[in-house]
């Protein structure tokens, strides 16, 4: 399931190991563990520990395993481009685990983040976990947060704050390249709109009304690999009796809760008041038409291409 990118692979009889050019590894270890996963990053003293609900035990007997970290619970939604976590620390991490373990029962799969020569104090794993869940609030599209509270984070010197930036950034990049969590937005404003796309680059979708009405249009664009609806679209409010049941339905619930639709001057249709980053076209598109949609089919540039016939395209390219 896990993969970084540019890996060579070896195997030995006890683990299975996988190391790129630049000193990134994937370490799988052996049936005493149960192939409980590590990975590790060239110049980052962070490790990470990548398991399921049958390695909690195994945590306990992992000595530097017992110091400050950050953890994430997590729990594939079925249907659905979203997981469930819930991001925690604590001073003795593979204990907390063991803890949870008891206290959830929805969560299938962790990651536990320490630091290799034991740096990392209570107040550095407070000041991860506030800021990782900032993170993951702004990813709607692709995580739901479990946290029942903001984490009150910590205060640090300044140049511990940009150590720890740093770490966070490394912990993102081990999330997303082996497959774990998509993170679709880091650093990026969510209302802030990349200006620097041309009018061409973006895709339209019509947005039938009530009888007798013109339709409205919503607009995408691909930037850095989501897909990006725009401030502006019109959203439709009715929905097909179908679709009420969907995954894409509660997601557009909640970002409809969390203040990202508008009314508009017509009162078949809200209107996106902020940027929005999917993973998928059709989901982009179910939340805009309230049904579900084939949205590769759907999205179409104004010279009439489809969104799959751009994308083929600049795969053969």
């Given amino acids: 399931m896990y993969q970084l990118r540019g890996i060579r692979r070896s195997i030995c009889s006890r683990h299975f190991e996988e190391e790129d050019s630049g000193g990134h590894k994937l370490y799988i270890m052996g049936e005493k563990y149960k192939s409980l996963k590590t990975a590790e990053l060239s110049n980052w003293t962070g490790k990470a520990y990548i398991g399921q609900r049958k ?68 107040a550095h794993v407070r000041y991860l976990e506030k800021e990782l869940y900032e993170v993951a609030l702004k990813n709607k599209t692709t995580i739901e947060t479990t946290n029942g509270i903001t984490p009150p984070g910590s205060k640090l010197p300044v140049s511990e704050c940009d150590d720890m930036s740093d770490f966070n950034e490394n912990i993102i990049f081990v999330l997303n390249n082996l497959g774990i969590i998509d993170f679709t937005k880091t650093q990026m404003d969510p209302q802030n709109t990349d200006n620097s796309k041309k009018e061409s680059d973006v895709f339209y979708m019509s947005v039938p009304g009530g009888k007798g009405e013109n339709a409205k249009q919503a607009k995408l664009m691909i930037v850095e690999g989501t897909y990006r609806l725009l401030t502006g679209s019109y959203i439709r409010k009715d929905h ?54 084939n949205g590769r089919k759907e999205w179409k540039l104004r010279n009439g291409l489809s969104l799959d016939e751009f994308e083929n395209r600049q795969v053969g390219s």
């Fill in 55 to 122: 390695h909690v035990q195994i945590l306990q007997s992992i000595e530097e395993l017992a110091s400050p970290g950050i953890y994430i619970l997590i729990s594939e939604i079925e249907d659905s481009y979203q997981k469930k976590i819930y991001i925690g620390e604590a001073d003795e991490v593979n204990k907390r685990i063991a803890e949870q373990f008891k206290q959830k029962d929805w969560w299938n799969d962790f990651v536990v983040f320490i630091s290799k020569d034991a740096n990392l104090t209570k």
């Fill in 240 to 293: 097909v009796s179908s679709f009420a049941s969907h995954n894409y339905a509660k997601l557009r619930r909640q970002l409809e809760e969390e203040g990202f639709f508008v009314a508009s001057e017509n009162e078949s249709y809200f209107k996106l008041c902020k940027d929005v980053d999917f993973k998928s076209p059709s989901a982009a598109a179910a939340i805009v038409r309230n049904s579900s949609m």
